[in-house]
């Protein structure tokens, strides 16, 4: 292999760049030629490729985004798109793929893997949702993002004595909202992967007010309601007045977080090493502390999530 490129797709997430010019320093120390894709699978299938040098990625560990921009391409699950892309890429004379992104992402990787192109995925989220690796690039950062929002509302609902609902970002995904919660303290914490019960919610409620709590918050995951929604409901059901706050794609920018770096930097490290040894149609993931590869098609089985133990303690310890 002499020639590789990489793209960031999907969502962008903190810690992308990182990754970005850990596989192009790496693929450059190991003597390979490497190119960037701008706008994910977009750009691949329009030809918006150029080649990187060690002095193109300077200056970008600690910015957040990607320096390579990002899309959403529906084209790109047509097998008409993905052909386009394959002629991109053998005009280019490109050999090997390294994709950050996150699952839809790591769709495309597979397909072009299965159509014969070798092809690494690197986790890239902040929503934490890639089976087979125990963190995504960019959770960390968002995390703490989230954090600090809740520490600065809490400071506000006590003074006001009030009840805040802090919306966060996760269709699916519920651990942004759920290690968030807990490292913030929340009352209640509401994930897709749990159903929840409003009569619960408000007896809590009572309860934290009964034994003097000068503020309550709430976090809930985008793909459960709104916070509008859930505010309307405790109005309705109990009368409870509450304030909403939206974080949004906040959630998504700012600075890596040195986890990140370090993440992002032993991520693109060996995606680039699985390409060397030919180890195609795999992503890279961190599991137990150790760096590792897998097969992609591990991280389209049923989703566990493992930290649902945390959604349990988080109860224990809001009362
Ligand atoms: P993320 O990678 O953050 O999950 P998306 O789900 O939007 O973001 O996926 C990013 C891109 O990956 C999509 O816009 C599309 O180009 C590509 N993609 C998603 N699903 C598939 C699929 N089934 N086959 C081929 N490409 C796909
Ligand atoms: O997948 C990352 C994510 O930020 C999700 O948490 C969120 O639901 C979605 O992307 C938002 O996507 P967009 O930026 O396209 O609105």
Redesign the pocket.
């Given at each position: 292999m002499k020639k590789i490129a990489v793209m960031t797709?999907?969502?962008d997430a903190p810690g992308m760049n990182a990754a970005i010019r850990a596989v192009v320093r790496k693929g450059i120390y190991e003597g390979l030629e490497v190119s960037g894709i701008y706008n994910?699978?977009?750009g691949l299938m329009d030809g918006k490729i150029e080649p990187l040098w060690a002095g193109s990625v300077g200056d970008i560990i600690q910015r957040g985004g990607t320096m390579l921009r990002s899309?959403?391409?529906?084209?790109?699950?047509t097998p008409e798109g993905?052909e386009k892309g394959l002629r991109q890429l053998r005009h280019h004379g490109i050999e090997g793929l390294v994709v950050i992104?996150?699952?839809?992402?790591?769709?495309?990787a597979l397909?072009l893997s299965r159509a014969g192109f070798p092809c690494v995925g690197v986790p890239g989220?902040i929503d934490n949702d890639i089976n087979g690796t125990d963190y995504t690039l960019g959770f960390d950062t968002a995390l703490n993002t989230v954090i600090d929002a809740i520490d600065k509302i809490r400071d506000t609902a006590t003074s006001h004595e009030r009840t805040f609902i802090i919306e966060v970002m996760g269709r699916d995904a519920g651990d942004l909202a759920l290690w968030a919660g807990v490292a913030g303290g929340a009352e209640t914490i509401l994930i897709p992967e749990r159903p929840h019960d409003p009569a619960e919610i408000v007896n809590r409620l009572r309860q934290g007010t009964d034994r003097g709590k000068k503020h309550s918050i709430l976090i809930v995951a985008e793909g459960v309601m709104t916070a509008q929604e859930l505010a309307g409901k405790l109005m309705d059901v109990a009368g409870i007045e509450t304030r909403v706050s939206v974080l949004g794609h906040i959630q998504r920018g700012g600075t890596p977080s040195g986890r990140d770096r370090v993440l992002a930097s032993r991520f693109g490290a060996r995606a680039v090493e699985a390409l060397i040894a030919g180890r195609a149609g795999v992503a890279v993931g961190m599991r137990d502390h150790t760096v590792i590869d897998y097969p992609l098609t591990e991280v389209f089985d049923e989703r566990e999530n493992k930290d649902l133990a945390l959604f349990d303690l988080s109860k224990e310890l809001s009362i």
């Open positions: 797709s999907g969502g994910g699978y977009q899309s959403r391409c529906p084209e790109f699950k993905r992104g996150g699952d839809g992402s790591f769709r495309g397909e989220t």
